[in-house]
């Protein structure tokens, strides 16, 4: 499960047009530099389709899948290209599709990347593309600029922009009137574990804004503990199929979400499975906000109001 998550202020990131395997990953994750790991790893996606290079499904779930956020960039074009308004809602809505296509989520950061546009075109052209681009995206992404080098636009044209609230930009003195920049590059082209990346930091915003990226959601972050092994009473006796089958469960049956416990009483909640409901009647016991055991388990329970689920 893929979520948007708020990127922590101050974290180091990194951004690489290189398709990260699991190896790459394990080695990026026990990298540090500034005595920090990685926390996020920003990808590229397609100005038409996604290229080979480009990221993928698979590896979305790999980076995340190794306890990283991850952001996506729409690539640039080479130097001297032209932006046009045209251009920008073609552009903007090859970045939501090849977005969606690797199953980015709705909600995180999007980036235009902004650079090397040909001298001479005029700022409101620069303007339309942007505006066109952002237009494209903005109902189901939020929309980030990257500001590099002949951007055209100066700050107070960037920050007029009405569909970005988000704004990044290379190592060179870039502004943005009132808002600044949620994620800066500190150093372009470096190695980092065999890999090359441009290192970076993210921050909170003169405005209050942070990057919004996608990461691994909460049922994807539970480490399952270990349950506890019933000690019946001599006088209790539990069907042994039933009580295997107790901790044979998905996890969806046996364990709650997080944030909720189960408290059990009378067991006859319709929602549990039969084999459920038939082992903690004979087992009687009380899962406690740890998942451990609570005081005095196994216990009886005498009557009470059934099995809920307490946030």
Same mark, same amino acid.
């Given at each position: ?6 990127? &922590? ?41 996604? @290229?080979? @290079? ?7 779930? $790999? ?13 640039? =074009?080479? &130097?001297?290209?032209? +932006? ?9 809505? #090859?970045? $939501? ?21 040909? *001298?001479?075109? &005029? ?36 920050? #007029? $922009? +009405? ?30 574990? @065999? ?11 003169? /405005? ?12 994807? $972050?539970?480490?399952? *503990?270990? /349950? *506890?092994? #019933?000690?019946? *009473? ?6 042994? /199929?039933?009580?295997?089958?107790? %901790? ?5 049956? !046996?364990?709650?979400? !997080? ?13 549990? +499975?039969?084999? /459920?409901?038939?082992?903690?009647? #004979?087992?009687? %016991? ?16 005498? =009557? ?8």
């Amino acid at each position: 499960m893929l979520v948007p998550a708020t990127a &922590p202020d101050g974290a180091n990131v990194i951004d690489t047009d290189t398709k990260l395997t699991d190896a790459m990953l394990d080695a990026i994750c026990a990298a540090t530099w500034e005595d920090r790991h990685v926390a996020a790893i920003g990808r590229y996606v397609g100005l038409q389709q996604n @290229g080979a @290079g480009d990221i993928d499904h698979d590896e979305l779930e $790999r980076i995340v899948g190794h306890g990283l956020g991850c952001w996506l960039i729409q690539h640039v =074009r080479y &130097p001297g290209w032209a +932006p046009t308004q045209q251009l920008g809602v073609a552009d903007g809505q #090859a970045a $939501r599709r090849n977005a969606e296509l690797v199953g980015y989520p709705h909600g995180c950061n999007l980036v235009l990347d902004l650079e090397g546009v040909r *001298p001479g075109t &005029p700022d409101e052209q620069v303007a339309d593309y942007c505006d066109a681009w952002a237009n494209a995206v903005i109902d189901a992404f939020g929309s980030t600029l990257y500001v590099g080098y002949a951007a055209v636009l100066g700050p107070s044209q960037l920050y #007029a $922009r +009405p569909n970005f609230h988000s704004y990044a930009r290379d190592i060179g003195p870039r502004s943005v009137t009132n808002r600044g920049f949620q994620w800066v590059q500190t150093a372009e082209d470096i190695v980092l574990e @065999g890999v090359k990346v441009d290192l970076g930091r993210v921050m909170q915003d003169a /405005l209050g804004g942070n990057l919004v990226w996608c990461a691994a959601g909460p049922a994807d $972050r539970i480490t399952e *503990p270990e /349950l *506890p092994t #019933a000690q019946l *009473p001599q006088d209790r006796q539990v069907d042994d /199929l039933a009580q295997r089958r107790l %901790f044979d469960l998905p996890q969806a049956h !046996r364990m709650p979400q !997080r944030g909720q416990v189960w408290t059990c009483g009378a067991y006859s909640d319709p929602s549990l +499975p039969k084999v /459920l409901a038939t082992a903690l009647r #004979a087992v009687n %016991f009380c899962v406690g906000p740890s998942f451990g055991r609570s005081p005095g388990w196994p216990r009886k329970s005498g =009557r009470s109001s059934g099995c809920t689920r307490s946030q």
